[in-house]
T-cell receptor, first 114, second 112 residues
């Protein structure tokens, strides 16, 4: 089991550029979550998908953020245009069906927007 | 959705001291509870979880937690900490929806 795989691990980009973060959940997991972690705000849930369908995107900060899950094995989080305040660690997590399971987190993408 | 509160923002203690981190959740129905640990620069890892049965749950690395339904609490304990336990600890709860609600986290610093 390779776990939840995120890419890239680090991303440095200039303000105004488009950024795409990628996530491959654990095979068989039907829920996928994108989180953002900063010192100021802690862990924030941005969006989650169940069976590839976005269920709750109320945590997405603004229209510059979008997320897709075209199939059960891949999801993207896109920021366009990026701003310095988007600098954070972005985590993807996936979960098995059923409430008794916790999330398995990926290693995260550390995004720096300069 | 759940609301989860962690009592301490930062705990500093010496090696071999005992650790207890408080966690309270808001929902009165069926709830699943979790503790995650995040070592510096790493991702969150599951320490232990509770969803039914024995309210005293044993996890990895010598950690345990006790579910007290009447107090809506799920406190984390370790009898004797090590320097390697320096990390941030997150309590989380999940009820009727897919969402796992996290507390704000407690930073634990263990001094050698």
């Amino acid at each position: 089991d390779a776990g939840v795989i995120q890419s890239p691990r680090h991303e440095v980009t200039e303000m105004g550029q488009e950024v795409t973060l990628r996530c491959k959940p654990i095979s068989g997991h039907n829920s996928l979550f994108w989180y953002r972690q900063t010192m100021m705000r802690g862990l924030e849930l941005l969006i989650y998908f169940n069976n590839n369908v976005p269920i709750d995107d109320s945590g997405m900060p603004e229209d510059r953020f979008s997320a897709k899950m075209p199939n059960a094995s891949f999801s993207t989080l896109k920021i366009q245009p990026s701003e310095p305040r988007d600098s954070a660690v972005y985590f993807c997590a996936s979960s098995s069906p059923g409430r008794g399971y916790g999330y398995t987190f990926g290693s995260g993408t550390r995004l720096t927007v300069v | 959705a759940q609301s989860v509160s962690q009592h301490n923002h930062h705990v500093i203690l010496s090696e071999a001291a005992s650790l207890e981190l408080g966690c309270n959740y808001s929902y009165g129905g069926t709830v699943n509870l979790f503790w995650y640990v995040q070592y510096p620069g790493q991702h969150l890892q599951l320490l232990l979880k509770y969803f039914s049965g024995d309210p005293l749950v044993k996890g990895i690395k010598g950690f345990e937690a006790e579910f007290i339904k009447s107090k809506f609490s799920f406190n984390l304990r370790k009898p004797s900490v090590q320097w390697s336990d320096t990390a941030e600890y997150f309590c989380a709860a999940r009820s009727n929806d897919y969402k796992l609600s996290f507390g704000a986290g407690t930073t634990v610093t263990v001094r050698a």
